[in-house]
């Protein structure tokens, strides 16, 4: 039994095997996903799990370079999940955001239903 953490096995086990420089997408229930894009898929029902709640918790297993959102979340909540966990975020259009995650290592699928409540992280190094 973990003492402390994430307790997703699946979710442990893709963290566990990122690099510096890869990268991985925290999404809401509706954005597409390419297929060959592996998904750890944590919602429940529409609300569950919360964007911001997955968020803070994957953040405190890796070390975070930059992270990427649309630009059509600036102002809104999700820019605000976003910015008080990761101190460098970069903005594109959401259509490009969506082309990048195929480049992704996985995808965290929550609950959340808030527009835009996506964010590829891009992973740093702690040394």
């Known amino acids: 039994m973990k003492r402390q953490g994430l307790l997703n096995p699946q979710l442990c086990a893709a963290i566990a095997r ?20 592996p998904v750890v898929d944590l919602a429940l029902v529409f609300g569950i799990p919360r964007f911001a709640e997955v968020l803070s918790a994957v953040l405190s297993e890796v070390v975070v370079d930059h992270a990427v959102i649309a630009g059509e979340a600036v102002g809104a909540e999700p ?25 992704a290592s996985f995808v965290v699928r929550t609950g959340e239903t808030t527009p835009f409540a996506n964010v590829i992280v891009h992973c740093g190094v702690p040394f």
């Open 18 to 37: 990122l690099g510096h420089t890869d990268t991985f997408v925290v999404a809401d229930c509706g954005l597409p996903v390419p297929r060959d894009v």
């Open 79 to 103: 820019e605000e999940w976003v910015r008080g966990g990761i101190d460098r975020v970069l903005t594109v259009p959401h259509e490009e955001l969506k082309r990048q995650v195929a480049d």
